[in-house]
């Protein structure tokens, strides 16, 4: 008999696979956080069965205790997810202060291995008994008949193989795991100069950052983003380390040598836990030709670890289309000066590529993704949006499903306003890859623009799960700030990083927790080191006001104020942590200018509001009534929109 790998569960148009942890609908993976799928599961194998919320939290929850509330949210996540409205009961029926029972009918299957051959026999689904007295899984093999194939698989990013002899079918083939069977995770690090001679350091992180990108669109490999593992492109190489680190069971490592037009790359693909190497090589290529570098390593890679592809991901994996080596040089460039945080310079690099070839559409996303930066943490303001946007629209034009593109551009809808385009545009881009760890956190910034404040937590722990590096230098989950949630957020934030944005929050969460003098010594630092830079000054108003030295850091809050009106600066979430500056030093008449403006440009997170410490010595000013109703209204709107 053959070896029984996992299960599948139909009910209604959903797909549920066990095997691959994966929920999806009409052939599109559903987007849900590991908890929500683990109660899913439970209820789906208990079908028909009523299950106590005793026993429901005690699956779900075995070593730990937690509210019941968590029970309930989870609950109303799945909901959301099967697209059920509450009284429905079509899929989830709740017994009144008992438990909950899923109602739907339910067929399954083991699913097994499938064998290569033009007459293999399928899976049947088969109804699900509803009587069960455990929790656990409900099938019987015996009973399983092989009668017909599953058809495009119903989005369980099924494996394409054409069969001459038979006709074509969709398959699923699971890609080989790591050497302890959990699925492969990798991260391509910088790769190091031999030469250390300082020109072509740039080629390290920014051949990698290529590479990454395109490895991002096959689905069966969770690769780690260019911002995970940009910190290592100077640092000593310990394999066990930095796997620990980037929480991945396989890195590809390597190195470079330029000699004139000539360019020598040798890599490795080496598996973490048994330290096998699965693949290396070396590359020699005319340094004019280094377009074709990253497709031969992704090719490579891809072999070593023996992944199967769907049609659509071998499409998206054929070499790009030539474009002049001078261009494609400047375009590197670009990726490796914004990683360094040099908004402006890469600005020009890729303005210097986007000429020469203008129809390369990652040149315009990248491009587009610095002018936003630009905009935003530089206080460049309006025309650089405006530049960011044309760039994102020339990247689409080209590339339509560029996931990239779609991504920058959802996080400057996001900036400027249109955190409902940002939403839409995202779970556009989940449906195709569930497992874009930006893609996740991008949506979890979206969603506490709106308010959506647990939604928001869920995002970001998602993004943080699928890679625990994600924005972790360059952001923070404010959602457990705005939670209350003070000692978590402190807690998410990195404990060595000492960026001026990290200071600042790391400052701010101090502040919630009325540790006045660490709040200074972090709002200080962040100011020293950058102090164009918006948050930085907010911190030092603050630190003012720790110092009781209220005029001056009124004046900073002004100066910032005023800038940011003259240049059309976006950032409508760093606007509201003004007012907040404001109501604190006690100008209340601009603390409610400011705090109008956030909520108008888009920032209306108003459950944050409405509980919001720092806006106490607001509480009894009459304008703040009439700002707390624009925030809830458009707040009540977006939630109806999207949940």
Do not use: C
């Amino acid at each position: 008999m053959p070896e029984k790998t996992g299960h599948l569960y139909e009910f209604g148009p959903f797909l549920l696979d066990t095997s691959q942890h994966l929920l999806s609908r009409g052939g599109q993976p559903v987007s849900i956080t590991p908890k929500t799928y683990d109660l899913l599961v439970v209820l789906v194998e208990n079908n028909g069965r009523m299950l106590t919320k005793e026993e429901l939290m005690k699956a779900l929850w075995p070593n730990s205790f937690v509210e019941e509330s968590n029970l309930t949210q989870q609950i109303s996540m799945i909901r959301k997810a099967l697209g059920e409205a509450a009284g429905e009961d079509r899929y989830i029926v709740t017994v009144p202060g008992r438990g909950y029972r899923f109602a739907a009918a339910v067929k399954t299957a083991f699913e097994t291995p499938q064998p290569h051959a033009a007459n293999a026999e399928p899976t049947i689904l088969q109804p699900v008994q509803a009587e069960q007295p455990r929790l656990q899984t409900k099938s019987d093999p015996s009973r399983a008949r092989r009668s017909r194939i599953l058809a495009v698989g119903l989005g369980l990013a099924l494996l394409v193989l054409v069969l001459a002899a038979a006709g074509i079918f969709w398959l699923r083939k699971i890609s080989p795991a790591g050497s302890n069977g959990t699925p492969r995770t990798l991260a391509i690090l910088p790769f190091q100069n031999l030469r250390r001679d300082g020109a072509d350091d740039f080629l390290g992180f920014s051949l990698a950052d290529a590479i990454i990108t395109k490895l991002g669109y096959v689905r069966s490999l969770n690769v780690r983003p260019s911002s995970s593992v940009e910190k290592y492109r100077t640092q000593q190489l310990d394999i066990r380390a930095i796997a620990a680190d980037l929480h991945v069971n396989t890195l590809l490592t390597g190195n470079f040598i330029r000699d004139g037009d000539n360019l020598r790359i040798t890599s490795q693909l080496v598996d973490v836990s048994s330290q096998n190497i699965l693949w290396k090589g070396s590359f020699d290529a005319e340094y004019a030709n280094l377009l074709r570098v990253h497709d031969n390593v992704a090719q490579q890679i891809i072999k070593g670890l023996e992944l199967s592809l769907t049609l659509v991901e071998v499409e998206r994996l054929k070499p790009d289309r030539p474009i002049d080596p001078a261009a494609y040089e400047y375009y590197l460039r670009g990726v490796d000066l914004y990683s360094r945080n040099d908004f402006p310079t890469a600005i020009k690099m890729l303005e210097m590529s986007a000429e020469m070839a203008p129809t390369y559409a990652l040149t315009w996303a990248h491009l587009g993704r610095s002018h936003t930066a630009n905009a935003s943490f530089e206080m460049a303001g309006r025309e650089e949006y405006d530049a960011a946007q044309a760039a994102y629209e020339k990247a689409l034009a080209i590339e339509p499903a560029q996931t990239e593109a779609q991504i920058f551009m959802a996080n400057r809808f996001t900036d400027t306003g249109r955190a409902e385009n940002a939403v839409s545009m995202l779970r556009n881009v989940l449906r195709t890859t569930p497992n874009n760890a930006e893609a996740h956190w991008e949506l979890s910034y979206a969603y506490r623009f709106g308010g959506m404040l647990e939604e928001s937590r869920l995002e970001a722990e998602r993004a943080r799960e699928l890679d625990p590096g994600v924005k972790r230098s360059t952001s923070a989950i404010n959602a457990y700030l705005y939670l209350g949630k003070y000692d978590t957020f402190l807690t998410s934030l990195p404990d060595t990083d000492e960026s001026p944005l990290i200071r600042f929050y790391r400052g701010f969460g101090y502040y919630h927790q009325k540790h006045w003098d660490l709040a200074a010594q972090e709002f200080d630092a962040a100011f020293q080191s950058h102090p164009s830079f918006l948050q930085a000054r907010v911190g030092k108003a603050l630190s003012y006001a720790i110092a009781r030295r209220n005029p001056e850091g009124l004046n900073i809050l002004h100066d910032t104020e005023e800038k940011i009106s003259q240049r059309g600066v976006g950032d409508p979430e760093a606007l509201y942590k003004i007012a907040q500056a404001y109501a604190i030093l006690g100008d209340q008449a601009s603390a409610l200018h400011v705090l109008r403006r956030s909520i108008e440009t888009g920032f209306f997170s108003y459950p944050y509001f409405a509980k919001d410490p720092l806006l106490e010595p607001l509480r009894s000013q009459s304008g703040l009534t009439q700002l707390m109703t624009l925030a809830r209204e458009r707040h009540e709107s977006f939630r109806r929109a999207f949940f």
